[in-house]
C-alpha cells in the first residue's frame, strides 16, 4: 500500500512539473500580448499628448499586479526615485524586480533596444523605435504561438511519463 502511495506521489509530481513548464509557455504568450498592448498604448500617449516617461510608466501600471503592468511599476518607481537615470538602467533594473515575467530572452532583448530610443529622440524617432519593437515582439508572438500547443502537450506528457518510468524503476 506504501508503495502504491509512493508511485502515486512520484508520478503526481513529475506530472506537475510538467505541467508547471506547460504554463511558463502559456504565461509567455500572455505576457507578449500585453507588452505589445502597453507598447501601442506607450505610443499612442507620447503621440498625442506627449507624456513625459515617468508618467507614461505609471499609466501603464495597474494595481492588478500583472507581471507587465509590475514591470512598468518598478520603471515608474525607479525614474521617480532617480530621474537622471537612463531608461535602459531603469528597463533592466525593473526586469531584475520583476521576476515574474516570463518574457522570452528576444522579447528582453527587444525591449532593451526600445529603451535605447526612448527619451533620447523626436517624437517621430520613438514613435519608429516603438513601432519597430511592436512588429518584433508580435514576430515573437506568433512563433511562439505557432509551436505553443506542441511545446505544451509535450511538457505535460514528458512530466506524466517521466512519472510513470520513475515509479516503474522503484519497484
Given at each position: 500500500?506504501?508503495?502504491?502511495?509512493?508511485?502515486?506521489?512520484?508520478?503526481?509530481?513529475?506530472?506537475?512539473?510538467?505541467?508547471?513548464?506547460?504554463?511558463?509557455?502559456?504565461?509567455?504568450?500572455?505576457?507578449?500580448?500585453?507588452?505589445?498592448?502597453?507598447?501601442?498604448?506607450?505610443?499612442?500617449?507620447?503621440?498625442?499628448?506627449?507624456?513625459?516617461?515617468?508618467?507614461?510608466?505609471?499609466?501603464?501600471?495597474?494595481?492588478?499586479?500583472?507581471?507587465?503592468?509590475?514591470?512598468?511599476?518598478?520603471?515608474?518607481?525607479?525614474?521617480?526615485?532617480?530621474?537622471?537615470?537612463?531608461?535602459q538602467g531603469v528597463f533592466l533594473d525593473a526586469m531584475q524586480k520583476t521576476p515574474q515575467l516570463a518574457l522570452p530572452q528576444a522579447a528582453r532583448q527587444t525591449?532593451?533596444?526600445?529603451?535605447?530610443?526612448?527619451?533620447?529622440?523626436?517624437?517621430?524617432?520613438?514613435?519608429?523605435?516603438?513601432?519597430?519593437?511592436?512588429?518584433?515582439?508580435?514576430?515573437?508572438?506568433?512563433?511562439?504561438?505557432?509551436?505553443?500547443?506542441?511545446?505544451?502537450?509535450?511538457?505535460?506528457?514528458?512530466?506524466?511519463?517521466?512519472?510513470?518510468?520513475?515509479?516503474?524503476?522503484?519497484?
Amino acid at each position: 500500500m506504501l508503495k502504491i502511495l509512493g508511485m502515486i506521489f512520484v508520478v503526481a509530481s513529475s506530472a506537475a512539473v510538467g505541467f508547471g513548464f506547460a504554463a511558463g509557455v502559456r504565461a509567455q504568450a500572455v505576457q507578449l500580448q500585453q507588452l505589445i498592448s502597453a507598447l501601442e498604448y506607450m505610443k499612442n500617449e507620447i503621440s498625442y499628448r506627449l507624456t513625459p516617461l515617468p508618467e507614461l510608466f505609471s499609466l501603464l501600471s495597474s494595481p492588478e499586479g500583472k507581471p507587465v503592468s509590475t514591470f512598468f511599476a518598478c520603471c515608474a518607481q525607479s525614474m521617480q526615485q532617480s530621474p537622471a537615470a537612463s531608461v535602459q538602467g531603469v528597463f533592466l533594473d525593473a526586469m531584475q524586480k520583476t521576476p515574474q515575467l516570463a518574457l522570452p530572452q528576444a522579447a528582453r532583448q527587444t525591449l532593451l533596444e526600445l529603451s535605447l530610443s526612448l527619451g533620447k529622440f523626436d517624437t517621430a524617432g520613438q514613435m519608429s523605435a516603438i513601432t519597430l519593437a511592436s512588429d518584433r515582439l508580435r514576430q515573437q508572438l506568433q512563433a511562439l504561438e505557432a509551436r505553443r500547443r506542441e511545446r505544451c502537450r509535450s511538457y505535460e506528457t514528458i512530466g506524466v511519463c517521466a512519472g510513470l518510468a520513475l515509479a516503474v524503476i522503484l519497484l
